[in-house]
Protein backbone atom coordinates (compact mmCIF):
# COMPACT_ATOMS: atom_id res chain seq x y z
CA UNK A 1 0.00 0.00 0.00
CA UNK A 2 3.07 2.43 0.11
CA UNK A 3 3.09 3.34 -3.67
CA UNK A 4 -0.81 4.90 -3.77
CA UNK A 5 0.32 6.70 -0.45
CA UNK A 6 3.55 8.35 -2.00
CA UNK A 7 1.67 8.65 -5.38
CA UNK A 8 -1.33 10.68 -3.31
CA UNK A 9 1.14 12.57 -1.25
CA UNK A 10 3.03 13.52 -4.31
CA UNK A 11 -0.24 14.46 -6.46
CA UNK A 12 -0.55 17.26 -3.58
CA UNK A 13 2.72 18.30 -3.30
CA UNK A 14 3.45 20.29 -1.85
CA UNK A 15 0.61 20.35 0.15
CA UNK A 16 1.20 18.96 3.54
CA UNK A 17 -2.23 16.37 3.90
CA UNK A 18 -3.12 14.40 6.98
CA UNK A 19 -2.92 10.67 7.94
CA UNK A 20 -7.11 10.59 8.54
CA UNK A 21 -7.38 12.12 4.93
CA UNK A 22 -5.25 10.03 3.18
CA UNK A 23 -7.16 7.02 5.11
CA UNK A 24 -10.86 8.94 3.80
CA UNK A 25 -9.12 9.37 -0.14
CA UNK A 26 -7.42 6.31 -0.21
CA UNK A 27 -10.13 4.14 1.37
CA UNK A 28 -7.64 2.93 3.70
CA UNK A 29 -9.39 0.73 6.67
CA UNK A 30 -8.26 3.03 9.65
CA UNK A 31 -6.11 6.36 10.14
CA UNK A 32 -3.71 4.55 11.92
CA UNK A 33 -2.72 2.23 8.32
CA UNK A 34 -2.30 5.24 7.10
CA UNK A 35 0.01 6.33 9.78
CA UNK A 36 1.67 3.13 9.16
CA UNK A 37 2.52 4.18 5.60
CA UNK A 38 3.18 7.78 5.90
CA UNK A 39 5.80 6.96 8.75
CA UNK A 40 7.71 5.03 6.40
CA UNK A 41 7.22 7.60 3.71
CA UNK A 42 8.56 10.16 5.87
CA UNK A 43 12.01 8.10 5.63
CA UNK A 44 12.47 8.73 2.28
CA UNK A 45 14.12 11.77 0.54
CA UNK A 46 11.75 15.03 -0.03
CA UNK A 47 8.91 13.13 2.66
CA UNK A 48 8.69 15.29 5.22
CA UNK A 49 6.57 14.56 8.36
CA UNK A 50 5.38 17.50 10.91
CA UNK A 51 2.70 19.10 12.48
CA UNK A 52 0.55 21.35 10.01
CA UNK A 53 -2.31 22.35 8.44
CA UNK A 54 -3.75 19.73 6.38
CA UNK A 55 -4.81 21.38 2.95
CA UNK A 56 -8.13 19.12 2.88
CA UNK A 57 -9.56 19.31 5.63
CA UNK A 58 -7.83 22.31 7.30
CA UNK A 59 -7.17 20.75 10.67
CA UNK A 60 -3.77 21.12 12.68
CA UNK A 61 -2.42 17.39 12.30
CA UNK A 62 0.51 15.51 12.02
CA UNK A 63 0.35 15.97 8.02
CA UNK A 64 3.34 14.48 5.32
CA UNK A 65 4.04 16.68 2.50
CA UNK A 66 6.67 16.08 -0.33
CA UNK A 67 8.89 19.23 -0.41
CA UNK A 68 9.55 20.12 -4.43
ZN1 LIG B 1 -6.79 16.26 6.62
Redesign the pocket.
Known sequence: MLDPVRAFVARLAPHP??D??IAERLNLTTPQRANQETRLLAGNEGFERRRDI??????E?M?IRLRV
Open positions: VCGCCSLCYGKV
